[in-house]
């Protein structure tokens, strides 16, 4: 089955920095990268994905980057504000799979 | 249209008592999934379910979890006899079905059981 690893399990950036959390994989039939925010109390929100014909993709201050040979996809905050802080989870997958596997997650504290 | 919506939010149950989650999903979605997380842990996978069918349930303990989604109405997550440890935050999420846009899975704001 797939195996889901994040890195770092938690970060804390000053405000106004840039934030990357790394998300390595290890089923290659993996095609769908997103990544997941979860603030306390809620439930996870999808924030931004990328398939796997693609290498980037960016929407305002947050980008994912997939590199599929090494088998990794990283999200990227830039500019970071207080509202960034929360639990990041991502979650690769197949259209064809039955079930979805979540990293770990990575609690990112902003600090003013 | 509505996003997910589970009840109850909030739940307290006595040791052998039995939970009930249920959960709507979203309009036109026919496929959910159930997660538990524990308090600062992860989402880990317990069912997924069409309409009328269990897909898979590899991570459902096989006693006192059950879990259903009829043709009409929420899907039900079913914790029979209950004990401190389901204690945990229950969510659910659902999509419009496999294929490419399959894995886009929209989360409820959860159900929080607590055992006591």
């Known amino acids: 089955g797939e195996n889901v690893e994040q890195h770092p399990s938690t970060l804390s950036v000053q405000e106004g920095d840039s934030a990357v959390i790394k998300c390595t994989y290890s089923?290659?039939?993996?095609?769908?990268f997103p990544w997941y925010k979860q603030e306390l109390g809620k439930g996870p929100q999808l924030i931004i994905d990328i398939r796997s014909n693609v290498g980037e993709k960016k929407d305002q201050r947050i980008a994912v980057t997939l590199n599929k040979t090494a088998k990794h996809f990283s999200l990227h905050i830039t500019e970071t504000q207080p509202e960034d802080s929360a639990v990041y989870f991502c979650a690769p997958g197949d259209s064809s799979a039955s079930k979805i596997i979540f990293g770990s997650g990575t609690r990112l504290s902003i600090r003013p | 249209n509505a996003g997910v919506m589970q009840n109850p939010r909030h739940l307290v149950r006595r040791r052998g008592q039995e939970a009930r989650l249920r959960c709507s999903p979203m309009k036109g979605h026919s496929h959910v999934y159930w997660y538990r997380q524990l308090p600062e842990e992860g989402l880990k996978f317990m069912v997924y379910l069409q309409k009328e069918n269990i897909i898979d349930e590899s991570g459902m303990p096989k006693e006192r979890f059950s879990a259903e989604f009829p043709k009409e109405g929420p899907s039900i997550l079913r914790i029979q006899q209950v004990v401190r440890g389901d204690s945990a935050a229950y969510f659910c999420a659902s999509s419009p079905g496999a294929g490419a846009s399959g894995n886009t899975i929209y989360f409820g704001e959860g159900s929080w059981l607590t055992v006591v």
């Open positions: 089923d290659s039939a993996s095609n769908y």
